[in-house]
């Protein structure tokens, strides 16, 4: 086996991808896990959260028991009497994602138990615990004590903290430490000596183990806490209001730091940052990481970083074009500071490094990803006009060298990766919307597995990092909103990407692992010749209601592709922007659709058969298509936007259709770009995002 | 210039460390949809930040202002909450003196050792003033309701008499001319457009954007609002409402906020960008003149205060005075023999405004930098207040310290 860099799935001891499709099955199945770690069915122990009540308790309560109910695996809620029913808050959340049977079961299946902190009730033996979730306050010995009284009561049980802090080292036990919003925030840092069962159940349920190094604070909380500081840095060399800071960090790189602290909770939250931040300084003798003074005292005030509500702000605060260069230095200078030190001490696969920042805290690109954009040069030039202003950061933890490597495929492919074995290549992409780091890492991948002479590919979902692939990244519209040039010019080099999978393989295989697969990334992979999706995927065509008009093709290639008795279902898909399962897609828009291992095991006989593979190829048309109907009957959804949009998505669909496939891709090209500088597009979902990130 | 030993010896005014919002006319801008004590508070942070002075180094807070605003009863420590710095500090007022005696203030706590950088920052809006009910037992109605700005403006309690009259009563008292006040009043014009167009007030006055509830754009206050070219034979024209006061020699009600910091002398060096320039405090004087005679008072206060000094009018590089009614200055020449045409060279409030709290602030910090850009020397500050009261202080700025 070859690949373009490591697979993140080995990270988690399940082998490459290609390994998945290659023996026809997952490497691993959830309910064998259980299996291993709780028990047989009828002799099942439970999982026990302590602190259940808390935020992360309680958000932890919600996602494993709704992931483990279903193998009757009890879930043991545990904190002290006087804390704050937690849990209680949490139904109706429960209740809107499941619906109130299901959010019934879930709760009826957590048993809450009250302790005193040093004994365990008697009702916890009758459950067989066998996994502790820790989720007490961050004080190094009475977790310690905790875990003694666990181990004394069940010397067999596994022990995770989430700690945000602690090494394992000084814990004792592994880490898993979640992100929030923990009821729905799928991604755990992970730390452990070797990968074991309870990450792979984790993974097995659908949830994103990262395996992380083990270290003073992970690399969730490096990058989150440093970023904070670095706002409050220049909070103090500035006087501009947090608020402000924020939205000016939000259109540099994504996050809104100090909103999220209130969104946590300001007085939890401080803590949590300053604790990382204070163990980090000190740990590493290293001013990058010393909480300034403001954060001090807000972590012994507890205070809000926002305003209260009858005191929103009233002076507006700009930034020239000077200022805005100093506060690059201040934020991306230390923030480049730490990655650095991250980077020298392998703390994760980059891929990881780069996820956690975008899953787990606003990144609209990785922090690596946003680095190798910046260049090695300017990063190293960022980082010392940042220690102009702050000297004393300049004398440890800074690793220039670490960048030195940015062409290596480890910096280079963050988002898509390929391997192959020789004949059968596959393509992973580990990034749920598409955006332009995603398209040249696919064009780099499909030039290197054209290097190596492999002409047979599957494309896919990465089975870790993106657990479903939901179109375009639609912050890289931006400047089409005010220039069609721009528009043109993402909407035709995508849709050129996207051609080389029909043009450059013998076989190629798109293949939806996930929940659904929308818009541009359906788009990319319908160019595959054939695809193939697991039974629960949604699949989808969203644009009507952003608006946009689809730009990689979706508005002629499909109909290529299908019977003239099946146009009517595609223009649905187009102007109604509602999905259809992937069963009822078989035939039209997908080539088979089933349970995940057959699903599987139909992809390696398509892609890997030199004979006439399991299914038959649907046969594109390369002519103009005649007879498009001109309407469905859909009604009138009475909004002019959307109306608008129909009509553009409908004269898109008609001219690309009507052209013959070469002159196709620069017909539809030209209509999403001209639709993008439309009023209807600026004063969408698009537009407004951009106005809200971007004009502050 | 002979040696005079200053009242606050200890205490600065660090040179570049304050500013002021424009002074748009009551009711022309976004400051009428604002809370004042709120505006100014981020206002001031905004200033400080542009200025380089990191809102941490103050230790406490004066604020000034004379018109009832939402939560004033919490004072200092909630306008510096909306600098989000938690320092102490309290809230005085003293009708239109509340601008200059906030800064003495200010002095006497650094002086008096208590804390090392002190802020002053005061703010009035007069538009849509509160209207108070006031439980009046031996009222004949009852209950008294009282307008704030209009209502003290027409009466005087303890005289019965409105301001206006007040002024026209002083014109009388000194024979002033009206063809001369007419002639001031345009001259006064003439000077504000002319500094204005020089760029001077660029380097006080800064642009502010005012965002409303929903964080979107409001309005941008970037000027006077309000201010209009007069010209000689319009302003002989207006209709006279008592003796030489006219809607042209009078000035308007306006909304606004002006900071400063006064410092200890070595905190004034490490916070000012030009350390060179040293900025002393030399004396002060109030009086309260005869009944509704308020236009005169300040002229009895800068005589007292060059009683005691021992300075005289040809000392003085800068003369900047709070004049509501053009009469005041016209009475000043007459009591001093002084050339009106010497004061108030870049501006004053008979043109940009009243907004009460922050006028004579800014009236010294345009009068500050004035005199810096004149290369030091000795400024004379002065005003009228409400109750017949005249103001007058003196601040030394040192020589060499022309604009570069």
């Not at chain 1, 780069?354 to 690596?368: D, H, P, S, Y």
């Not at chain 1, 580990?430 to 955006?435: A, D, M, P, Q, V």
């Not at chain 1, 069609?484 to 849709?495: E, H, L, T």
């Not at chain 2, 207006?238 to 809607?247: A, I, K, Q, R, Y």
């Amino acid at each position: 086996m070859r690949f373009l860099r490591q697979p993140t799935t080995e990270t988690l001891g399940l082998g490459p991808v290609h390994e998945f499709f290659k023996r026809g099955q997952l490497p691993t199945d959830a309910g064998d896990l259980v299996n291993r770690i709780f028990g047989q069915p009828g002799k099942r122990g439970a999982v026990v959260i302590s602190g259940a009540n808390g935020i992360v308790g309680a958000g932890k309560t919600m996602q494993l028991g709704s992931r483990l109910l279903e193998f009757n695996v009890p879930i043991a809620a545990l904190d002290f009497p006087s804390a704050p029913d937690g849990i209680g808050a949490q139904y109706q959340g429960l209740k809107a994602s499941f619906g109130q049977k299901r959010a019934d079961e879930i709760m009826a299946n957590v048993i809450r138990l009250n302790y005193d902190g040093q004994h365990l009730p008697s009702e916890l033996n009758g459950l067989r615990p066998r996994f502790l979730l820790e989720a007490i306050p961050e004080i190094l010995d009475v977790k310690k004590a905790h875990y003694e009284v666990f181990r004394k009561a069940f010397p067999e049980i596994e022990i995770r903290s989430v700690t945000s802090g602690f090494p394992a080292a000084e814990l004792g036990v592994g880490i898993a430490h979640p992100a929030f919003p923990h009821q729905i925030n799928k991604v755990w840092e992970i730390v452990e000596t070797e990968v074991s069962p309870i990450t792979q159940l984790f993974w097995a349920l659908g949830l994103i183990p990262i395996p992380v190094s083990d270290n003073w604070s992970f690399v969730l909380d490096v990058l989150f806490c440093g970023l904070t500081l670095a706002g409050v840095r220049y909070h103090e060399a500035s006087n501009m209001p947090f608020w402000k800071i924020d939205k000016f960090v939000r259109r540099l790189m994504g996050p809104n730091p100090f909103r999220a602290h209130d969104a946590i909770g300001a007085k939890g939250a401080n803590f949590l940052t300053w604790s990382c931040l204070h163990h980090l300084s000190k740990n590493y003798s290293a001013p990058v990481f010393r909480p300034a003074p403001t954060l001090d005292h807000r972590k012994d005030t507890g205070q809000n970083w926002y305003p209260l509500n009858h005191f929103r702000p009233v002076v507006d605060w700009s930034m020239s074009d000077s200022g805005d260069d100093e506060f690059e230095n201040w934020l991306i200078g230390p923030v480049a500071q730490m990655t650095s030190l991250m980077v020298h001490e392998e703390r994760s696969h980059l891929a990881h490094m780069n996820a956690i920042g975008e899953l787990c805290a606003q990144f609209r690109k990785g922090v690596i990803a946003f680095l190798r954009d910046l260049g090695p040069e300017t990063t190293i030039k960022r980082v010392e006009s940042y220690h102009r202003l702050h000297p004393e950061a300049a004398g440890s933890c800074w690793y220039p060298d670490a960048f030195g490597s940015m062409d290596s495929p480890e910096w280079q492919q963050l988002y898509v990766n390929a391997e192959h074995d020789g004949k059968v290549g596959v393509i992973t992409i580990g990034r749920e919307s598409y955006n332009s780091d995603v398209d040249a890492e696919m064009n780099r991948a499909i030039d290197w597995l054209r290097a190596e002479k492999v002409e047979r590919v599957i494309v896919t979902g990465d089975f870790h990092l993106s657990t479903q692939l939901v179109g375009a990244d639609t912050s890289e519209f931006y400047p089409a909103l005010t220039e069609a040039d721009r528009g043109y010019a993402i909407s035709s080099s995508w849709s050129r990407t996207a051609r080389r999978l029909n043009d450059e393989f013998k076989v190629s295989v798109g293949f939806i692992n996930g929940k659904r697969c929308l818009g541009g990334m359906l788009e990319l992979l319908m160019h595959c010749h054939y695809l193939i999706a697991i039974d629960e995927a949604a699949l989808g065509m969203p644009e009507v209601t952003l608006p946009v008009v689809p730009g990689m093709e979706g508005c002629h290639w499909p109909f290529r592709k299908s019977r003239s008795e099946d146009w009517p279902r595609l223009l649905e898909l187009l102007l109604t922007g509602r999905p259809v399962g992937a069963r009822e897609a078989v035939g039209w828009l997908v080539d088979f659709a089933g349970p995940m291992q057959e699903s599987l095991q139909t992809a390696w006989k398509v892609v890997a058969d030199e004979k006439k593979g399991p299914l038959p190829q649907r046969k594109m048309s390369d002519k103009a298509l005649k007879g498009i109907p001109a309407d469905i009957g859909l009604p009138d959804s009475g909004n002019p936007a959307i109306r608008a949009t129909r009509k553009a998505i409908m004269d898109c669909i008609q001219s690309s259709c009507g052209v013959s496939l070469a002159e196709a891709l620069e017909v539809q090209a030209k209509h999403s770009a001209g639709f993008m500088g439309s009023e209807f597009c600026r004063g969408g979902v698009i537009g407004s995002e951009c106005t809200k990130v971007m004009n502050v | 210039m002979e040696k005079i030993s200053p009242m606050f010896a200890g205490a600065r005014i660090p040179y570049g460390t304050w500013g002021s919002s424009y002074f748009p006319a009551w009711q022309m801008s976004a400051l009428a949809e604002v809370n004042i004590g709120q505006f100014a508070g981020e206002a001031m942070n905004r200033i400080m930040g542009l200025r380089k002075v990191p809102i941490d180094v103050l230790e406490y807070l004066i604020i000034g202002s004379t018109i009832p605003w939402h939560w004033k009863f919490w004072t200092a420590p909630l306008v510096a909450a909306c600098m989000d710095h938690r320092i102490a500090g309290y809230h005085m007022e003293q009708a239109c003196a509340t601008g200059l005696q906030a800064v003495v203030l200010a002095a006497a706590e650094v002086d008096s050792g208590s804390n090392d950088v002190v802020g002053v920052l005061t703010f009035d809006r007069t538009s849509d003033s509160p209207v108070g009910v006031f439980p009046e037992r031996r009222a004949h109605r009852r209950t008294e309701v009282l307008a704030d700005v209009w209502d003290n403006f027409g009466f005087d309690p303890a005289t019965g008499k409105a301001m206006i009259a007040c002024a026209g009563l002083a014109a009388r008292k000194h024979k002033c001319d009206r063809r001369e006040v007419d002639e001031l009043a345009f001259y006064r014009y003439e000077q504000y457009f002319k500094a204005k167009d020089s760029g001077f007030l660029d380097r006080v006055l800064v642009p502010l954007d005012v965002l409303n509830v929903q964080g979107r754009h409001l309005g941008r206050i970037d000027s006077d609002a309000g201010v209009r070219k007069l010209t000689l034979e319009g302003l002989r024209a207006m209709p006279e409402l008592d003796s030489c006061v006219t809607g042209g020699t009078q000035t308007h009600a306006s909304d606004g906020m002006a900071t400063l910091l006064v410092t200890s002398k070595e905190k004034a060096r490490q916070l000012s960008p030009r350390p060179e320039i040293d900025i002393q405090f030399i004396a002060k004087a109030e009086v309260r003149t005869d009944p509704s005679l308020m236009p005169e008072a300040p002229a009895l206060a800068v005589q007292k205060l060059l009683g005691r000094t021992g300075l005289t009018m040809a000392d003085m590089v800068v003369v900047k005075d709070h004049n509501p009614f053009a009469v005041n200055d016209a009475i000043f020449s007459k009591v001093f023999n002084y050339d009106w045409r010497k004061m108030n060279e870049t501006g004053c409030p008979l043109v940009w405004g009243h907004p009460q709290g922050p006028t004579l602030t800014r009236v010294l910090i345009e009068a500050l930098e004035e005199a810096v850009s004149l290369g030091g020397g000795y400024v004379l500050i002065f005003g009228c207040a409400a109750g017949d009261v005249g103001i007058a202080a003196i601040l030394k700025v040192s020589e060499g310290g022309k604009q570069k």
